[in-house]
Nanobody, 113 residues
Framework: QVQLVESGGGLVQPGGSLRLSCAASGIIFSSSDMRWYRQAPGKQLNLVAT???????VYSDSVKDRFTISRDNAKNTVYLQMNNLTPEDTAVYYCYETNTKAWGQGTQVTVSS
């Protein structure tokens, strides 16, 4: 009964911000490494950010210094704070848990003026 439920996507203007959330159930969240991926139209799925069970973070070069991945173990939720968004950030964003290989349903982020 592993489930990852994403929320927070939407339409935002360039330079704007969004915070994505992914609520997890059916896993031992505190022991889970979590990832955010994204897939732009017609593009490959790309890893955006990782946060380990210990709280260490890794970012792709394209989002480094703009995005922040975090987790709240009390809420079984991983977040992706996205700042200074550009049209190149437009994609469906997915959360992923590495042990169970579970995926969220995806949430659309559209950055457009």
């Amino acid at each position: 009964q592993v489930q990852l439920v994403e929320s927070g996507g939407g339409l935002v203007q360039p330079g704007g911000s969004l915070r994505l959330s992914c609520a997890a159930s059916g896993i031992i969240f505190s022991s889970s490494d979590m990832r955010w991926y994204r897939q732009a139209p017609g593009k490959q799925l790309n890893l955006v950010a990782t946060i380990t069970r210990g709280g260490s973070t890794v970012y792709s070069d394209s989002v480094k210094d703009r995005f922040t991945i975090s987790r709240d173990n009390a809420k079984n939720t991983v977040y992706l704070q996205m700042n200074n968004l550009t049209p190149e950030d437009t994609a469906v964003y997915y959360c992923y848990e590495t042990n169970t290989k579970a995926w969220g349903q995806g949430t659309q982020v559209t950055v457009s003026s």
